[in-house]
């Protein structure tokens, strides 16, 4: 132990002779470098020098005229460079030399001898066991063709027939089809085309062009398919039956007869023109309805009446509605035949007050019932110009 700490000694000692014998010299360095902050030396007048100095003829023409005693500086001076073009020498190809092989020996036996091991040659290693590609979510068991269902078929129920719900019924604004289900199945499962050449057991009066169709194996509709588009036709009573003795697939029997009926509205006016803000005295009337109407029935259940007498009217001519600027705009917008215009056969008084009374009984052009109320509207004709102040 004691050996150990003499050497240490030692070492320490020996160090810190060398670092004081690298500090010294360089001390001395630091110590011998100009103060670039002392200004106690004093300046030269302009044109002089100190002995043994000169001033450099750039440094002059830049009016430096002083320098520091013992000072070396490199100096230099900028200008604006111009390009100068060197062309490139042109160098000829060198020729390379192939090594001979007692070359190519002696420079290969300088290299040091390759060490080498049998073990370093071996077979392509596999390992032990591939891994199955990764596969997302759960793996489930599932023989292949499945098994026969174990699903019950569903309860045909039996007993008597009956009709469970059947629609439209009573007095309705419009009809777009007719509907009914029975409480069991009444055709086979088929294609569409194999139902429509079946009976259906149900009767509409009166008889309308369309289609019955039936929507699984227990309810049918029926859509109308004529002129009135795609509702029924109105101002009409239809009664529909299905009668007793109508057998289901399954051998259910209607008891007794389902009948029941539905009204669609007979033809009213929507809508008149014009209406109270005098008029001139040979004005055009325009009135639209709900349905179809045939132009001079129609105009037989209108009336114009005024100052206690009756003025005869006429359907306007096709000129006299194209003249008219309003009434050839309101006459674009009803469907065909759904208006009418129509004018009194003679001028109309001024200042007088007038009735336009439409029914009652007013036709339809879709169905036997007529209007039951009459509907009427009210306007005036201008006063003649006077002044009254």
């Known amino acids: 132990m004691k050996k150990i700490y003499h050497q240490n000694r ?3 000692i020996s160090l810190l002779v060398l670092l004081i014998a690298i500090a010294l010299p360089l001390t001395w360095l630091w110590q011998q470098q100009p103060d670039p902050n002392d200004f106690t030396t004093p300046r030269l007048d302009e044109g002089q020098t100190r002995p043994g100095t000169a001033v450099d003829p750039y440094l002059a023409e830049m009016g430096f005229t002083e320098e520091r005693e013992g000072s070396a500086a490199l100096r230099f001076r900028l200008s604006q ?6 062309p490139a020498a042109a160098l000829a190809p060198t020729v390379g030399i192939p090594l001979s092989d007692a070359e190519t020996a002696a420079l290969l036996a300088r290299l040091p001898a390759i060490e080498t091991d049998p073990d370093d040659r071996a077979d392509f290693r596999l390992p032990p066991e591939t891994l199955p590609a990764p596969r997302p979510g759960e793996t489930v068991d599932q023989p292949f063709p499945p098994p026969p269902p174990t699903v019950d078929p569903p309860e045909i129920p039996d007993g008597p ?7 439209p019924e009573g007095e309705i604004p ?17 294609t569409l085309a194999d139902l429509d050449e079946l009976d259906v057991p149900v009767s509409l009066t009166p008889e309308l062009p369309g289609r019955w169709q039936w929507l699984g194996t227990q309810t049918l509709i029926f859509e109308y398919g004529g002129d009135a588009g795609d509702r029924f036709p109105m101002a009409t009573e239809y009664v529909a039956t299905v009668p007793a003795g109508t057998e289901s697939m399954t051998g259910g029997v209607l008891a007794n007869d389902v009948t029941w009926r539905f009204q669609t509205p ?4 929507t809508s008149f023109y014009p209406q109270h803000a005098p008029q001139p005295l040979e004005p055009l ?25 009756s003025f005869p009217l006429r359907l306007a001519t096709q000129a006299e509605i194209e003249a008219d600027e309003q009434i050839s705009r309101l006459a674009e917008r009803p469907r065909p035949n759904h208006a009418l215009a129509f004018r009194a056969t003679e001028a109309l008084p001024a200042a007088t007050s007038f009735t336009v009374t439409v029914g009652p009984n007013l ?4 169905g036997p019932l007529t209007s039951g109320e009459s509907q009427s509207y009210t306007f005036e ?7 009254t102040d």
């Open 10 to 12: 030692r070492l320490i």
């Open 81 to 86: 460079g111009e390009a100068q073009f060197r």
């Open 161 to 167: 027939m009956e009709v469970l719900r059947f629609a």
């Open 174 to 190: 419009v009809a777009p089809f007719l509907s009914l289900t029975f409480n069991q199945p009444m055709v086979p499962l088929a």
């Open 266 to 269: 007979p033809a009213e006016a």
């Open 285 to 309: 009337f325009f009135i639209t309805f709900n349905q179809a109407v045939d132009s001079d029935a129609a105009l037989s259940a209108i009336s114009l009446t005024g100052n206690g007498r």
């Open 363 to 366: 036709p339809s052009a879709e």
């Open 381 to 387: 004709t201008y006063a003649p110009l006077r002044v």
